[in-house]
């Protein structure tokens, strides 16, 4: 941990995006070198128990996922086996390639251990997803599953058309689906979840699932700024739709109980808060569902979790499994095996 710290305050120098992208692509480098792979996979899950479980149809080797977002092209894989991941989120992805929005998109909000990002789902596009996973030799025993979404110039009447692409695309490469409508930084995405546009975005889409020779488990990633008047029409609909379960919760818009000044935060802009501060409202939105929906449906926790304490808080209040993303840029990669240890 110590030596992570030193090169997070030497990363923490650079734009969020870049650091990223360099981090990456550095770990990726090491892994390349004759038996670093296998000590590095084994340091990384020395001392974790065996925590696997059967659970949407398939044997999961641990409770802890990466989110999407982190891995938007499937460039990270290897790593993330690496770093001890149970199964792995990629997406989100588009039918077309697309640059997201203007750069700087990502920003870091250190003091609450935090981020804020407007990405825009920027992403190479399904196709060239498609070309790496049909390229990549798969690590054992790690799961894939595919977050999808629309294309930003694609009207709201027409996304069934850019879900549907995906789906069919991704069909044989991942193990499980994500639909994304509640990312902010797509214009007029959120718009989506309302009752009966949603409805009928997941029917169609378990109706295709269903027509094919081996359906996948379908979740739906759903926003933390909902009421508890539209938390239990997603219940509702997670029932009528026979879909598998849910996400909980996407970023939030808000910018409550931050240790910002309001001029600071409108010098950032708009975008979606993720990390510590999202930790209680996703936790909540949990509970709540979980007290509205069958106990057979799928409940995937993300949303301010950088400790096992975090986890063990998702799991008590429904979650079946959990996912991180920003608790892994501040307490860096050793994050999976403290969370496997502690649970």
Same mark, same amino acid.
């Given at each position: 941990?110590? $030596?992570? =710290?030193?090169?997070?305050?030497? %990363?923490?120098?650079?734009?969020?995006?870049?650091?990223?992208?360099? +981090? $990456?692509?550095?770990?990726?480098?090491?892994?390349?070198?004759?038996?670093?792979?296998?000590?590095?996979? #084994?340091?990384?899950?020395?001392?974790?128990?065996?925590?696997?479980?059967?659970?949407?149809?398939?044997?999961?080797?641990?409770?802890?996922? @990466?989110?999407?977002?982190?891995?938007?092209?499937?460039?990270?894989?290897?790593?993330?086996?690496?770093?001890?991941?149970?199964?792995?989120?990629?997406?989100?992805?588009?039918?077309?390639?697309?640059?997201?929005?203007?750069?700087?998109?990502?920003? =870091? @909000?250190?003091?609450?251990?935090?981020?804020?990002?407007?990405?825009?789902?920027?992403?190479?596009?399904?196709?060239?997803?498609?070309?790496?996973?049909?390229?990549?030799?798969?690590?054992?025993?790690?799961?894939?599953?595919?977050?999808?979404?629309?294309?930003?110039?694609?009207?709201?009447?027409?996304?069934?058309?850019?879900?549907?692409?995906?789906?069919?695309?991704?069909?044989?490469?991942?193990?499980?689906?994500?639909?994304?409508?509640?990312?902010?930084?797509? *214009?007029?995405?959120?718009?989506?979840?309302?009752?009966?546009?949603?409805?009928?975005? %997941?029917?169609?889409?378990? +109706?295709?699932?269903?027509?094919?020779?081996?359906? #996948? *488990?379908?979740? @739906?990633?759903?926003?933390?700024? @909902?009421?508890?008047?539209?938390? =239990?029409?997603?219940?509702?609909?997670?029932?009528?739709?026979?879909?598998?379960?849910?996400?909980?919760?996407? +970023? +939030?818009?808000?910018?409550?109980?931050?240790?910002?000044?309001?001029?600071?935060?409108? /010098?950032?802009?708009?975008?979606?808060?993720?990390?510590?501060?999202?930790?209680?409202?996703?936790?909540?939105?949990?509970?709540?569902?979980?007290?509205? $929906?069958? *106990?057979?449906?799928?409940?995937?926790?993300?949303?301010?979790?950088?400790?096992?304490?975090?986890?063990?808080?998702?799991? /008590?209040?429904?979650?079946?499994?959990?996912?991180?993303?920003?608790?892994?840029?501040?307490?860096?990669?050793?994050?999976?095996?403290?969370?496997?240890?502690?649970?």
């Amino acid at each position: 941990m110590p $030596m992570y =710290r030193l090169l997070q305050s030497l %990363l923490f120098l650079l734009p969020p995006e870049r650091a990223h992208h360099l +981090t $990456m692509s550095l770990f990726t480098k090491l892994l390349s070198i004759p038996g670093l792979r296998y000590a590095l996979t #084994r340091w990384f899950s020395a001392g974790v128990p065996a925590q696997g479980k059967s659970l949407m149809g398939l044997h999961i080797k641990n409770p802890v996922g @990466l989110a999407a977002g982190f891995d938007k092209d499937g460039k990270y894989i290897p790593a993330m086996h690496v770093l001890g991941f149970g199964f792995v989120e990629l997406g989100t992805v588009t039918p077309r390639p697309q640059t997201g929005n203007p750069q700087p998109r990502l920003f =870091r @909000l250190t003091r609450n251990s935090a981020l804020i990002n407007r990405m825009g789902f920027n992403n190479e596009g399904v196709d060239a997803l498609v070309g790496r996973l049909e390229r990549l030799k798969r690590p054992p025993g790690l799961l894939l599953g595919g977050n999808i979404g629309k294309n930003k110039d694609t009207p709201n009447e027409r996304a069934l058309d850019d879900y549907l692409y995906c789906f069919e695309r991704l069909h044989p490469w991942v193990d499980y689906f994500v639909v994304n409508v509640s990312s902010p930084n797509t *214009p007029n995405l959120r718009a989506l979840q309302d009752k009966e546009p949603l409805t009928a975005l %997941l029917a169609a889409l378990q +109706t295709r699932n269903e027509a094919l020779p081996q359906p #996948r *488990p379908i979740l @739906l990633k759903i926003a933390p700024d @909902l009421s508890s008047e539209q938390l =239990r029409d997603i219940a509702e609909i997670v029932e009528t739709t026979a879909i598998t379960g849910l996400i909980a919760t996407n +970023t +939030t818009i808000s910018r409550s109980d931050l240790a910002y000044s309001t001029p600071e935060l409108d /010098a950032i802009g708009p975008g979606g808060l993720s990390g510590q501060p999202l930790k209680a409202r996703s936790t909540a939105v949990i509970t709540e569902l979980r007290a509205l $929906m069958d *106990p057979s449906k799928v409940i995937i926790g993300v949303g301010g979790i950088a400790s096992a304490a975090d986890a063990r808080e998702k799991i /008590a209040a429904g979650a079946d499994l959990v996912q991180v993303y920003t608790g892994l840029v501040y307490e860096g990669p050793g994050l999976v095996r403290r969370i496997l240890k502690g649970l």
